[in-house]
């Protein structure tokens, strides 16, 4: 089983920048595609982004595709959110998980059920 720690939520003004981490450890291969959730307050958990192994690359929710940025490094078991330009309604806490697969699902709604494993999460709020 895998332990995942996120890191680097916090208070953000609009249009402001976080960076986000994730670092698992216990795995016995690195072989996961890595995602990036989040649940606002009342609201049910979305997918964000997600970053399969090798050339397929990364995905983005329409809601964040051009702020956002996902990144890996595959030989640590981390996972890094770059989120720019944030907006009110990007506060939530964010999750980071890991699916035992190589590749994200092309679909969103997809991506939560493929996950295997996930930290407890890190919040987020932009607000003045």
């Known amino acids: 089983q895998l332990q995942i720690v996120e890191s680097g939520g916090g208070l953000v003004h609009p249009g402001g920048s976080l960076r986000l981490s994730c670092a698992a450890s216990g795995g016995t291969h690195d072989f996961y595609a890595i995602g990036w959730f989040r649940q606002a307050p009342g609201k049910e958990r979305e997918g964000v982004s997600c970053i399969s192994i090798g050339e397929r690359g990364s995905l983005y929710a329409d809601s964040v595709k051009g702020r956002f940025t996902i990144s890996r490094d595959n030989g640590k078991m981390s996972a890094t959110l770059q989120m720019n330009s944030l907006k009110p309604e990007d506060t939530g806490v964010y999750y980071c998980?890991?699916?035992?697969?190589?590749?994200?699902?092309?679909?969103?709604?997809?991506?939560?059920?493929?996950?295997?494993?996930w930290g407890k999460g890190t919040l987020v709020t932009v607000s003045t």
């Open positions: 998980a890991f699916a035992e697969y190589y590749y994200c699902s092309e679909d969103v709604a997809n991506w939560e059920d493929d996950m295997d494993h």
